[in-house]
Structures are given as structure tokens and as C-alpha cells.
Antibody, heavy 118, light 105 residues
Framework: EVQLVESGGGLVQPGGSLRLSCTASGFTFSSRVMYWVRQTPGKGPEWISAISNSGSDIYYTDSVKGRFTISRDNSKNTVFLQMNSLRADDTAKYYC???????????WGQGTMVTVSS | AIQMTQFPSSLSASVGDRVTITCRASQGIGIYLGWYQQKPGRAPKQLIYAASNLQSGVPSRFSGSGSGTDFTLTINTLQPEDFATYYC????????FGGGTKVES
């Protein structure tokens, strides 16, 4: 079964840090671009970061550049999102995803909630 | 950045209705568009990929069309389980989601 399982969310104070992990199974992880997408309650999803299959190409949306870092460990089938300098507007459910808009090989994790509050 | 304008933002429908949702891209994206259904508390679920291809396991009452800048999701004969929020997603350049369409009774 193709599966993505996120972990690492929680409550953190403004200015704090969290590291999210997403472990994949059921597909050839090292051949796929991986994404992090977040969604604030009541709003639509927002793409925040992507990493190529080898990890050599990395992309971020403007609102997280310089604060978030995506990485992957293909030997452990895991993608990470290091989140620093967290702000209240980073509060959201964070999803790890293998996006299949072009080929239909689309899988999302269950999401992990990040709450930034004092 | 490519912007995706989705409309309507909400619609009221009844079981058995035909529902049409539209997404317009700010520039041409070929067929690099997918349609997703999301229910409260759940991750988005892909219905359509490459603009018009039905994802495996998705009922045939769902269909997608379009290319370039204008795309449509059609739900024929709306079923009770179809009341949800629908999003388009382009991946021609990075990823951009549409604003969503809430289908309610």
C-alpha cells in the first residue's frame, strides 16, 4: 500500500522551531519529487516547498523562504521540513504529498498540525 | 507565479443534479491540471489528473475537460457523498491551488 506518514507537529511559541518528518512506503521514494503543502482551517491548501528526487533541486514559496528548509534521506524514505522563526500565520495542518497531477500517482499523508501560539 | 481562479466559490445543489466547476489559469498550463475533492478533516483526494484523466477508483460521474487556461470539472448525477469542497491544482510551474468550490445542499 502506498502511504505517507507525517510526524513532528505540535504547539510552539512564536520564534520557535519544529522539524516535520514524512516517511514513505509502497513506492520508489527515490524516484519522486516530494512536496509539503499546508492548510489553515477553513481555507484552501497552499504549496510551500518541493524537493527533487535526488535532493539537488529545492523550491519554496516566498512566505517561507529563509525560514523553512526541506531535505530528504532516500535511504530512509523520509522527507523533512525544518521550520524556524515560526509565526502565528504558520499555524496550519501540514501535509506531505507525492503530487500526481501529470501521471495520477498521487498520495497525501494524513497531515500533522502545527500551532504557533504563546 | 501562475494564479488559478476557481468559480463559483460555493454552490447549492441537490442529489441528481449536474454540477460544473471552472478553473482559469493566469497563463497557459497545457494539461497540467488536477481536480481534488476534500472533506472536513481529510487530505485532498485526487479525482482527475492531466485535465481529463479519471483517477483509478473514482466514479465515472466525475469528468474533467480543458487545456491551456480554461478547465472544467463536471459531476453528473450528484450523489450524497459528493457534498464536499473541490480544488483545482496546476503543476506547470511550481504548484498553485484554486480557491475552492464548496458544494452544499
Amino acid at each position: 500500500e502506498v502511504q505517507l506518514v507525517e510526524s513532528g507537529g505540535g504547539l510552539v511559541q512564536p520564534g520557535g522551531s519544529l522539524r516535520l518528518s514524512c516517511t514513505a512506503s509502497g513506492f520508489t521514494f527515490s524516484s519522486r519529487v516530494m512536496y509539503w503543502v499546508r492548510q489553515t482551517p477553513g481555507k484552501g491548501p497552499e504549496w510551500i516547498s518541493a524537493i527533487s528526487n535526488s535532493g539537488s533541486d529545492i523550491y519554496y514559496t516566498d512566505s517561507v523562504k529563509g525560514r523553512f528548509t526541506i531535505s530528504r534521506d532516500n535511504s530512509k524514505n523520509t522527507v523533512f521540513l525544518q521550520m524556524n522563526s515560526l509565526r502565528a500565520d504558520d499555524t496550519a495542518k501540514y501535509y506531505c504529498a507525492k503530487i500526481g497531477v501529470r501521471d495520477g500517482f498521487d498520495t497525501w499523508g494524513q497531515g500533522t498540525m502545527v500551532t504557533v501560539s504563546s | 507565479a501562475i494564479q488559478m481562479t476557481q468559480f463559483p466559490s460555493s454552490l447549492s445543489a441537490s442529489v441528481g443534479d449536474r454540477v460544473t466547476i471552472t478553473c482559469r489559469a493566469s497563463q497557459g498550463i497545457g494539461i497540467y491540471l488536477g481536480w481534488y475533492q476534500q472533506k472536513p478533516g481529510r487530505a485532498p483526494k485526487q479525482l482527475i489528473y492531466a485535465a481529463s484523466n479519471l483517477q483509478s477508483g473514482v466514479p465515472s460521474r466525475f469528468s474533467g475537460s480543458g487545456s491551456g487556461t480554461d478547465f472544467t470539472l463536471t459531476i453528473n448525477t450528484l450523489q450524497p457523498e459528493d457534498f464536499a469542497t473541490y480544488y483545482c491544482l496546476q503543476d506547470h510551474s511550481y504548484l498553485t491551488f484554486g480557491g475552492g468550490t464548496k458544494v452544499e445542499s
